[in-house]
């Protein structure tokens, strides 16, 4: 037997190696790090939020409720659905989570079966590789276009006779790429003609900044349960910055679906944390915030991210969410030894985006046996736009400064 567990096998994400790296350096010179490689918001929670959480701790409304979370709520997410993201659903198909984090990885166990795949984009949120790994499903990746959109015509090509299902994020982290209806509906029919399962990563809903958010699952609007394939996953860390509440929400797009996550949830939760329900609660109420928001951190895009577009490090504006992958290729040929340069001269924090792009090769049990990121990913680079505007100019700024010099020195400063 292995010493070694399948979970153990499966990377830690770059993400957290990167956190590392620009804490050890203030700790070492005292001085702040500016943190663009973290997708921490500078906006704060609606107040009312915090009040609804303590008001629930205060009078003692503290017990469990059911896997699903409790009914109240999940009737206020079915109206939101309904109104909002035009995707009628019913509350008994909807499943409070700690974060949409653990409701993917929870939707990505209740559907795994042994051997089967799940197609991811090839530039991902690397989380999403490790849910997928840590569930059973063997990863297979599907081509994005020079805008980082995925074409339909790509992910027919990676569906095998093994797919269970396809990931869609969009907006997508760490692309900022955005799919309209016209893009969705041509994936959904790839779904329906393959008969495979969709799962729709919807944490950016509201961080779109041309044009409109399209929920997946509003395309299965007029089909009968039995025919809908959607699972959708919604956040409120990023629209009302509630990251470390822990709270977002799954919709099954059908019974069945709904009976294998509840087993899920029953098994890894008992239920979500009760304070944190009331608070979503009351954050629903906070729509405008949402709105607030977004417009916040689309000025910072609109502001900061033109003169790294104009100095040839970004091919163009993200449509959405709270990222931007720079290409530095024009002045290092590793992005892991540009990001490190940057951090040591400037104090400035970025992601390699190698950790995005991780190409496991798997045993038959779905072991890691080695995970080397592909090679085109070896030159981009992560950048978060989502926090304080002084800090992302002065980021920015340092960046432009050093890409100046790394180019004046031929790429070796
Ligand atoms: C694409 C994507 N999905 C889901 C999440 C998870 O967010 P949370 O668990 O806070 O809802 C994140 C967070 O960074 C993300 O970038």
Redesign the pocket.
Known sequence: MSAVSRAGTIPSSCLHEVFNAAERRERATGRPVIKLHV?EPYFKPPREVAEATAEAVRTGRTAYTSAEGMPALREALAVKLEMENSHRTSPDHIFVTP??????AALMQSMAEPGDELLLPELH?P??LQQCLLAGFRPVFYPLGPDYRPSAEGIRAAVTPRTRAILI?SP??PTGAVLGAEALAAILAVAQERDVQIIS?E??EHFVYDGEHTSFASLERGLPEHERRISS?F????SLAM?GY???YVVTPHRRAADAMRVVQEASLVSPSTPVQYAGLTALKSRDSAVRNAALVRANRDRALPALRDAGLLAELPQGGWYAVLDVAGVCDDAEVFVQGLLEQYDVGLAPAAGFALRPVVSESVRTLSAEPAPGARTLVRLAFCGDPKELDTGVERLLAYTAERRASGGHP
């Open positions: 997708g974060g949409s984090c653990q409701g993917l949120w989380i999403h994020n997508a982290n990563d944490a950016y996953t956040s409120f860390s990023k990251t822990r709270l977002g």
